[in-house]
């Protein structure tokens, strides 16, 4: 017996209310779900994943939505308004690897010198990216995925270097409250370590983040000095699992990595 589909609230953000407007406008054109993919060149799948809120997607998308469902282009409206500032935030190879994070059920990160992006402050980020507020929204709209309830947050396990803690990134206020919110944000489904400084580990080549997708299969994020880009190669995933185990090894337990970072927040004191 099919399950009843996923109960969508547009108010919860732009995934939810983009899903139920696909779902209501192939509704009312009297399409199942299949039948629309037999007319677009998108998968079953990924047309279900968009409806349930649980991938994004291109802006070719709705286009042939709407011209499928004869919507008169609302979708594709709709899709402007709610993606596309956001989307021209992110660099061009960066975006793809938000649609893989959004759909994670694991993410795995290495940050060898920033805080990871997913838990930035807005005051961080907004340093860091130079002021730039669309970016810094942009940024902010990717930890949505840490506060959804269906389909519950990817397990988030984060690693870096004791002296993270220490850069002067905007200040001792800015970097107060980024410790802070590091401190107060470990929780069961989100953990970081911390690796005391002067301790050797294989972490000096630069960051990577290892993502677990719901079909079992693994992909990585890794930055060089240039861009950002999105590695598949099953012998290079085993290789950056490996790296980030060796790392883990030389890190503090997550109690006393918390521990740790409250301490330094005194630090940062006046």
Request: proline share 7%; glycine share 6%.
């Amino acid at each position: 017996m099919p399950q009843p589909p996923k109960q969508l609230t547009p108010s919860n953000g732009a995934l939810d209310l983009f899903g139920s407007e696909v779902r209501r406008y192939r509704q009312l054109a009297g399409h199942s779900i299949a039948q629309l993919s037999d007319r677009i060149p998108y998968s079953s799948s990924f047309i279900g994943a968009v409806e349930r809120a649980e991938s994004r997607c291109e802006r070719a998308f709705p286009e042939h939505c709407d011209r499928v469902l004869e919507t008169k282009d609302a979708l594709t409206h709709l899709y402007d308004g709610l993606f596309a500032g956001k989307a021209s935030a992110f660099p061009e190879w960066f975006r793809e690897w938000t649609e893989i994070e959004a759909l994670a059920l694991t993410l795995k990160a290495y940050q060898p010198n920033i805080v990871d992006g997913l838990l930035q402050t807005p005051q961080y980020a907004e340093i860091l990216l130079f002021g730039d507020q669309a970016k810094v929204e942009a940024r902010m709209g990717r930890q949505a995925i840490l506060t959804r309830s269906d389909p519950r947050p990817p397990r988030i396990i984060t690693v870096m270097p004791e002296t993270v803690l220490w850069y002067d990134v905007g200040g001792p206020d800015v970097m107060r409250a980024q410790l802070e919110k590091l401190a107060s944000t470990s929780s069961p489904w989100m953990s970081m370590q911390i690796i005391p400084n002067g301790q050797r580990h294989p972490g000096n080549l630069g960051a990577f983040v290892l993502a677990t997708l719901p079909d079992g299969s693994e992909v990585a994020y890794v930055e060089t000095a240039l861009r950002g880009m999105i590695v598949e190669d099953r012998a290079d995933i085993a290789e950056l699992k490996d790296q980030f185990d060796m790392i883990c090894t030389q890190a503090l337990p997550v109690g006393m990595s918390v521990d740790l970072i409250s301490q330094t927040v005194d630090r940062w004191k006046p």
